[in-house]
Protein backbone atom coordinates (compact mmCIF):
# COMPACT_ATOMS: atom_id res chain seq x y z
CA UNK A 1 0.00 0.00 0.00
CA UNK A 2 2.68 2.31 0.68
CA UNK A 3 3.76 2.45 -3.14
CA UNK A 4 -0.23 3.15 -4.21
CA UNK A 5 0.25 5.94 -1.35
CA UNK A 6 3.71 7.43 -3.45
CA UNK A 7 1.66 7.44 -6.79
CA UNK A 8 -0.78 9.24 -5.56
CA UNK A 9 1.05 12.27 -4.39
CA UNK A 10 3.45 12.02 -7.32
CA UNK A 11 0.17 12.26 -9.12
CA UNK A 12 -1.53 14.85 -7.70
CA UNK A 13 2.11 17.20 -8.02
CA UNK A 14 1.24 16.86 -11.48
CA UNK A 15 1.70 20.43 -12.82
CA UNK A 16 -1.51 21.68 -14.05
CA UNK A 17 -2.33 24.93 -16.62
CA UNK A 18 -4.60 27.54 -15.40
CA UNK A 19 -8.90 26.83 -16.38
CA UNK A 20 -8.49 29.29 -18.76
CA UNK A 21 -12.15 30.04 -19.02
CA UNK A 22 -11.38 32.65 -21.93
CA UNK A 23 -10.36 30.31 -24.06
CA UNK A 24 -12.79 27.86 -23.26
CA UNK A 25 -15.16 30.38 -24.66
CA UNK A 26 -13.49 31.29 -28.07
CA UNK A 27 -13.47 27.40 -28.43
CA UNK A 28 -17.46 27.38 -28.00
CA UNK A 29 -18.00 30.35 -29.77
CA UNK A 30 -15.61 28.88 -32.69
CA UNK A 31 -17.86 25.47 -32.54
CA UNK A 32 -20.82 27.08 -32.62
CA UNK A 33 -19.73 29.47 -35.56
CA UNK A 34 -18.76 26.23 -37.77
CA UNK A 35 -21.77 24.95 -37.01
CA UNK A 36 -23.93 28.04 -38.28
CA UNK A 37 -21.27 28.02 -41.02
CA UNK A 38 -22.26 24.13 -41.96
CA UNK A 39 -25.97 24.99 -42.27
CA UNK A 40 -25.25 27.76 -44.58
CA UNK A 41 -23.63 25.98 -46.74
CA UNK A 42 -26.10 23.03 -47.24
CA UNK A 43 -28.68 25.97 -47.82
CA UNK A 44 -26.15 27.90 -50.35
CA UNK A 45 -25.75 24.64 -52.63
CA UNK A 46 -29.24 23.74 -52.26
CA UNK A 47 -30.30 26.97 -53.73
CA UNK A 48 -27.26 26.87 -56.11
CA UNK A 49 -28.54 23.50 -57.18
CA UNK A 50 -32.23 24.74 -57.91
CA UNK A 51 -30.67 28.03 -59.70
CA UNK A 52 -28.70 26.01 -61.98
CA UNK A 53 -31.64 23.56 -63.15
CA UNK A 54 -33.92 26.40 -63.59
CA UNK A 55 -30.62 28.15 -65.94
CA UNK A 56 -30.24 24.95 -67.96
CA UNK A 57 -34.01 24.67 -68.32
CA UNK A 58 -34.09 28.25 -69.48
CA UNK A 59 -31.46 28.12 -71.60
CA UNK A 60 -31.10 25.47 -73.66
CA UNK A 61 -35.03 24.93 -74.06
CA UNK A 62 -34.63 21.21 -74.40
CA UNK A 63 -37.29 19.50 -76.24
CA UNK A 64 -37.20 15.97 -75.49
CA UNK A 65 -38.77 14.46 -71.92
CA UNK A 66 -35.52 12.37 -72.04
CA UNK A 67 -33.50 15.59 -71.85
CA UNK A 68 -35.37 16.99 -68.77
CA UNK A 69 -34.99 13.57 -67.14
CA UNK A 70 -31.68 13.54 -67.72
CA UNK A 71 -30.54 17.01 -66.21
CA UNK A 72 -32.83 16.27 -63.28
CA UNK A 73 -31.23 12.93 -62.52
CA UNK A 74 -27.78 14.45 -62.92
CA UNK A 75 -28.77 17.69 -60.79
CA UNK A 76 -30.38 14.95 -58.28
CA UNK A 77 -27.41 12.46 -57.67
CA UNK A 78 -24.87 15.80 -57.37
CA UNK A 79 -27.45 16.75 -54.94
CA UNK A 80 -27.90 13.16 -53.17
CA UNK A 81 -24.02 13.19 -52.44
CA UNK A 82 -23.75 16.37 -50.99
CA UNK A 83 -26.36 15.43 -48.73
CA UNK A 84 -25.31 12.52 -47.88
CA UNK A 85 -21.59 13.13 -47.67
CA UNK A 86 -23.69 16.01 -45.08
CA UNK A 87 -25.55 13.22 -43.25
CA UNK A 88 -22.50 11.23 -42.55
CA UNK A 89 -21.92 14.74 -39.75
CA UNK A 90 -25.12 13.31 -37.50
CA UNK A 91 -23.71 9.77 -37.01
CA UNK A 92 -21.71 11.58 -34.32
CA UNK A 93 -24.00 12.94 -32.90
CA UNK A 94 -25.86 9.99 -32.44
CA UNK A 95 -22.20 8.59 -30.18
CA UNK A 96 -23.11 9.51 -26.39
CA UNK A 97 -20.46 10.46 -24.67
CA UNK A 98 -21.53 9.89 -21.43
CA UNK A 99 -22.29 6.32 -21.54
CA UNK A 100 -19.54 4.06 -20.13
CA UNK A 101 -16.14 3.75 -21.75
CA UNK A 102 -17.51 -0.19 -22.79
CA UNK A 103 -20.66 0.91 -24.65
CA UNK A 104 -18.96 4.01 -26.17
CA UNK A 105 -16.48 1.59 -27.64
CA UNK A 106 -19.49 -0.99 -29.11
CA UNK A 107 -21.35 2.62 -30.27
CA UNK A 108 -18.44 3.86 -31.88
CA UNK A 109 -17.29 0.54 -34.04
CA UNK A 110 -21.17 -0.09 -34.63
CA UNK A 111 -21.32 3.45 -36.16
CA UNK A 112 -18.27 3.53 -38.28
CA UNK A 113 -19.52 0.30 -39.97
CA UNK A 114 -22.17 1.65 -40.88
CA UNK A 115 -20.64 4.46 -42.22
CA UNK A 116 -18.58 2.00 -44.77
CA UNK A 117 -21.74 0.59 -45.91
CA UNK A 118 -23.43 3.74 -46.45
CA UNK A 119 -20.52 5.07 -48.35
CA UNK A 120 -20.07 2.49 -50.75
CA UNK A 121 -23.29 2.34 -51.46
CA UNK A 122 -23.68 6.04 -51.78
CA UNK A 123 -20.62 6.33 -54.17
CA UNK A 124 -22.27 3.34 -56.26
CA UNK A 125 -25.64 4.88 -56.52
CA UNK A 126 -24.32 8.25 -57.18
CA UNK A 127 -22.08 7.06 -60.34
CA UNK A 128 -24.62 4.80 -61.10
CA UNK A 129 -27.40 7.98 -61.60
CA UNK A 130 -24.81 10.28 -62.58
CA UNK A 131 -24.44 7.49 -65.66
CA UNK A 132 -27.99 7.15 -66.79
CA UNK A 133 -28.97 11.15 -66.20
CA UNK A 134 -26.16 11.80 -68.75
CA UNK A 135 -27.23 8.76 -71.75
CA UNK A 136 -30.54 10.31 -71.46
CA UNK A 137 -29.45 13.95 -71.62
CA UNK A 138 -27.30 13.17 -73.82
CA UNK A 139 -29.58 11.49 -76.34
CA UNK A 140 -31.39 15.00 -77.52
CA UNK A 141 -28.13 16.17 -79.27
CA UNK A 142 -26.99 12.82 -80.41
CA UNK A 143 -30.55 12.21 -82.31
CA UNK A 144 -29.51 14.95 -84.40
CA UNK A 145 -26.60 13.69 -85.25
CA UNK A 146 -25.31 11.80 -87.93
CA UNK A 147 -24.88 8.16 -86.73
CA UNK A 148 -21.18 7.74 -86.65
CA UNK A 149 -20.64 11.15 -84.68
CA UNK A 150 -23.02 9.95 -82.37
CA UNK A 151 -21.80 6.66 -81.86
CA UNK A 152 -18.20 8.56 -80.89
CA UNK A 153 -19.90 10.91 -78.63
CA UNK A 154 -21.95 7.94 -76.76
CA UNK A 155 -18.70 5.52 -77.14
CA UNK A 156 -16.84 8.84 -75.28
CA UNK A 157 -18.78 9.28 -72.96
CA UNK A 158 -19.70 5.80 -71.77
CA UNK A 159 -15.55 5.22 -71.42
CA UNK A 160 -15.56 8.31 -69.40
CA UNK A 161 -18.18 6.74 -67.04
CA UNK A 162 -16.67 3.03 -67.13
CA UNK A 163 -13.81 5.00 -66.10
CA UNK A 164 -15.61 6.51 -63.27
CA UNK A 165 -17.21 2.87 -62.56
CA UNK A 166 -14.13 0.88 -62.66
CA UNK A 167 -11.50 3.02 -61.31
CA UNK A 168 -12.67 6.24 -59.29
CA UNK A 169 -15.26 4.61 -57.74
CA UNK A 170 -13.53 1.77 -56.48
CA UNK A 171 -10.46 3.88 -55.14
CA UNK A 172 -12.55 6.60 -53.33
CA UNK A 173 -14.28 3.66 -51.90
CA UNK A 174 -10.83 1.70 -50.88
CA UNK A 175 -9.94 4.99 -49.43
CA UNK A 176 -12.57 5.62 -47.02
CA UNK A 177 -12.43 2.13 -46.25
CA UNK A 178 -8.72 2.07 -45.43
CA UNK A 179 -9.05 4.75 -42.99
CA UNK A 180 -12.56 3.30 -41.19
CA UNK A 181 -10.91 0.38 -40.97
CA UNK A 182 -7.85 1.58 -39.33
CA UNK A 183 -9.84 3.12 -36.59
CA UNK A 184 -12.37 0.48 -36.45
CA UNK A 185 -9.50 -2.14 -35.70
CA UNK A 186 -7.89 -0.24 -33.11
CA UNK A 187 -11.23 0.78 -31.41
CA UNK A 188 -11.65 -3.66 -31.39
CA UNK A 189 -8.11 -3.51 -30.09
CA UNK A 190 -9.32 -1.55 -26.92
CA UNK A 191 -12.29 -3.22 -26.66
CA UNK A 192 -10.29 -6.70 -26.14
CA UNK A 193 -8.66 -4.97 -22.88
CA UNK A 194 -11.98 -4.70 -21.11
CA UNK A 195 -12.72 -8.95 -21.50
CA UNK A 196 -9.81 -10.12 -19.38
CA UNK B 1 -24.92 22.98 -10.26
CA UNK B 2 -23.73 25.55 -12.63
CA UNK B 3 -21.08 25.12 -15.32
CA UNK B 4 -18.44 27.34 -13.92
CA UNK B 5 -18.18 25.82 -10.79
CA UNK B 6 -18.26 22.27 -12.55
CA UNK B 7 -15.40 24.05 -14.44
CA UNK B 8 -13.43 24.73 -11.63
CA UNK B 9 -13.74 22.12 -9.64
CA UNK B 10 -13.23 19.30 -11.94
CA UNK B 11 -10.48 21.29 -14.53
CA UNK B 12 -7.38 19.99 -13.03
CA UNK B 13 -8.48 16.22 -12.16
CA UNK B 14 -9.82 16.15 -16.36
CA UNK B 15 -6.77 17.56 -17.34
CA UNK B 16 -4.46 14.87 -15.65
CA UNK B 17 -6.66 12.32 -16.81
CA UNK B 18 -6.30 13.80 -20.38
CA UNK B 19 -1.95 14.14 -19.40
CA UNK B 20 -1.66 10.12 -18.20
CA UNK B 21 -3.48 9.23 -21.49
CA UNK B 22 -1.48 11.16 -23.99
CA UNK B 23 1.41 11.88 -21.60
CA UNK B 24 1.92 15.54 -23.98
CA UNK B 25 1.13 18.75 -21.80
CA UNK B 26 -0.35 20.35 -24.86
CA UNK B 27 -2.54 17.97 -26.46
CA UNK B 28 -3.86 17.33 -23.38
CA UNK B 29 -4.79 20.64 -22.49
CA UNK B 30 -6.81 20.83 -25.96
CA UNK B 31 -8.41 17.44 -24.95
CA UNK B 32 -9.65 18.84 -21.62
CA UNK B 33 -10.67 21.72 -23.13
CA UNK B 34 -12.65 19.42 -25.30
CA UNK B 35 -14.09 17.57 -22.59
CA UNK B 36 -15.67 20.59 -21.24
CA UNK B 37 -17.42 22.05 -24.26
CA UNK B 38 -18.91 18.55 -24.30
CA UNK B 39 -20.13 19.24 -20.77
CA UNK B 40 -21.34 22.68 -21.69
CA UNK B 41 -23.49 21.16 -24.24
CA UNK B 42 -24.71 18.22 -22.67
CA UNK B 43 -25.51 19.98 -18.99
CA UNK B 44 -29.02 21.26 -19.90
CA UNK B 45 -29.79 16.89 -20.83
CA UNK B 46 -27.67 16.08 -17.33
CA UNK B 47 -29.98 13.63 -15.53
CA UNK B 48 -28.92 13.00 -11.91
CA UNK B 49 -28.77 8.94 -12.85
CA UNK B 50 -25.48 9.00 -12.24
CA UNK B 51 -23.63 11.21 -10.36
CA UNK B 52 -22.28 14.30 -11.76
CA UNK B 53 -18.56 12.66 -11.23
CA UNK B 54 -19.11 10.14 -12.96
CA UNK B 55 -21.16 11.79 -15.72
CA UNK B 56 -17.80 13.94 -16.57
CA UNK B 57 -15.18 11.27 -16.28
CA UNK B 58 -17.62 9.24 -18.66
CA UNK B 59 -16.96 11.91 -21.42
CA UNK B 60 -13.13 12.37 -20.52
CA UNK B 61 -12.24 8.84 -20.86
CA UNK B 62 -14.60 8.51 -24.05
CA UNK B 63 -13.16 11.88 -25.20
CA UNK B 64 -9.46 10.50 -24.91
CA UNK B 65 -10.40 6.80 -26.45
CA UNK B 66 -12.17 8.95 -29.21
CA UNK B 67 -8.31 10.35 -30.17
CA UNK B 68 -7.86 6.65 -31.29
CA UNK B 69 -9.72 8.66 -34.65
CA UNK B 70 -7.39 11.14 -34.61
CA UNK B 71 -4.31 9.20 -35.21
CA UNK B 72 -2.13 12.11 -37.52
CA UNK B 73 -2.14 13.99 -34.49
CA UNK B 74 -0.50 11.44 -32.76
CA UNK B 75 1.96 10.98 -35.17
CA UNK B 76 2.32 15.48 -35.58
CA UNK B 77 2.63 15.41 -32.03
CA UNK B 78 6.04 13.99 -31.73
CA UNK B 79 7.75 16.61 -33.32
CA UNK B 80 6.74 19.49 -30.36
CA UNK B 81 6.92 16.75 -28.02
CA UNK B 82 10.93 16.86 -27.87
CA UNK B 83 10.25 20.59 -28.77
CA UNK B 84 8.44 20.89 -25.38
CA UNK B 85 10.90 19.05 -23.26
CA UNK B 86 13.29 22.14 -23.75
CA UNK B 87 11.36 24.27 -22.15
CA UNK B 88 12.40 24.81 -18.64
CA UNK B 89 9.07 23.02 -17.62
CA UNK B 90 9.85 22.82 -13.84
CA UNK B 91 8.39 19.23 -13.33
CA UNK B 92 10.47 16.50 -10.89
CA UNK B 93 11.90 13.70 -13.24
CA UNK B 94 9.44 11.62 -10.72
CA UNK B 95 6.44 13.20 -11.86
CA UNK B 96 7.36 12.86 -15.09
CA UNK B 97 8.20 9.32 -14.98
CA UNK B 98 5.08 7.85 -13.17
CA UNK B 99 3.03 9.55 -16.16
CA UNK B 100 5.74 8.23 -19.08
CA UNK B 101 5.03 4.57 -17.73
CA UNK B 102 1.06 5.24 -17.24
CA UNK B 103 1.57 6.22 -20.92
CA UNK B 104 2.80 3.16 -21.75
CA UNK B 105 0.31 0.92 -20.50
CA UNK B 106 -3.20 0.16 -22.82
CA UNK B 107 -5.55 2.69 -23.19
CA UNK B 108 -8.00 1.05 -20.28
CA UNK B 109 -5.23 0.40 -17.73
CA UNK B 110 -4.23 4.03 -18.14
CA UNK B 111 -7.67 5.04 -17.41
CA UNK B 112 -8.44 3.07 -14.87
CA UNK B 113 -5.48 3.80 -12.93
CA UNK B 114 -5.72 7.68 -13.61
CA UNK B 115 -9.16 7.68 -12.16
CA UNK B 116 -7.77 5.09 -9.04
CA UNK B 117 -4.90 7.79 -8.34
CA UNK B 118 -7.85 10.79 -8.73
CA UNK B 119 -9.17 9.01 -5.87
CA UNK B 120 -12.59 7.60 -7.47
CA UNK B 121 -14.21 5.36 -5.85
CA UNK B 122 -13.35 1.28 -7.34
CA UNK B 123 -17.45 1.17 -8.00
CA UNK B 124 -17.56 4.20 -9.75
CA UNK B 125 -14.57 3.78 -11.81
CA UNK B 126 -16.69 0.45 -12.69
CA UNK B 127 -19.32 2.49 -13.87
CA UNK B 128 -17.83 4.50 -15.60
CA UNK B 129 -15.51 2.48 -17.86
CA UNK B 130 -18.34 -0.41 -17.97
CA UNK B 131 -16.56 -3.14 -16.54
CA UNK B 132 -17.21 -5.27 -13.18
CA UNK B 133 -15.89 -3.56 -9.71
CA UNK B 134 -14.00 -6.90 -8.71
CA UNK B 135 -12.52 -6.82 -12.18
CA UNK B 136 -11.16 -3.33 -11.48
CA UNK B 137 -10.42 -4.64 -8.61
CA UNK B 138 -8.22 -6.75 -10.02
CA UNK B 139 -6.35 -4.67 -13.00
CA UNK B 140 -5.86 -1.88 -10.60
CA UNK B 141 -3.42 -4.47 -8.46
CA UNK B 142 -1.74 -5.27 -11.84
CA UNK B 143 -1.05 -2.03 -12.25
CA UNK B 144 0.26 -0.63 -9.43
CA UNK B 145 2.60 -3.91 -9.25
CA UNK B 146 3.88 -2.80 -12.64
CA UNK B 147 4.13 0.43 -11.98
CA UNK B 148 6.21 -0.23 -8.94
CA UNK B 149 8.48 -2.52 -11.05
CA UNK B 150 8.95 -0.14 -13.86
CA UNK B 151 9.62 2.14 -11.09
CA UNK B 152 12.26 -0.09 -9.19
CA UNK B 153 13.79 -1.31 -12.53
CA UNK B 154 14.51 2.58 -13.32
CA UNK B 155 15.94 3.43 -9.84
CA UNK B 156 18.63 0.48 -10.51
Known amino acids: MENSIDLKALWQQQAVPKADNHSLQSKIETLRK ?19 ISWVWYYYQPQFLSTK ?12 LLVAVGKLGPFYKALDASVNSQHYLDALIQIRQREQVLYTRIMSLYFLFLSIGLGLYLYEYTSQMKPQVAATAYAITFAWMAFNWFYLRPLQIKKNAKKLDAVIRQAEEIKNQFVD | MSFE ?4 EYWSKIYRLCMAYVNDAGWAQDLAQDTFVIVWQQLASFRSESSIGTWIFRIATNNCLRQLERQKRNVKQELPLNLAEEKPVDIEP ?14 LDRIIISLELEEVKQAEIAQIVGVSESNVRVKIHRIKERLTKRFKEHGE
Open chain 2, 94 to 107: QIQLLYKFIGELPE
Open chain 2, 5 to 8: SIYK
Open chain 1, 34 to 52: RKTRQLVWSYVSLIGVALF
Open chain 1, 69 to 80: VGIVIIIASIFM
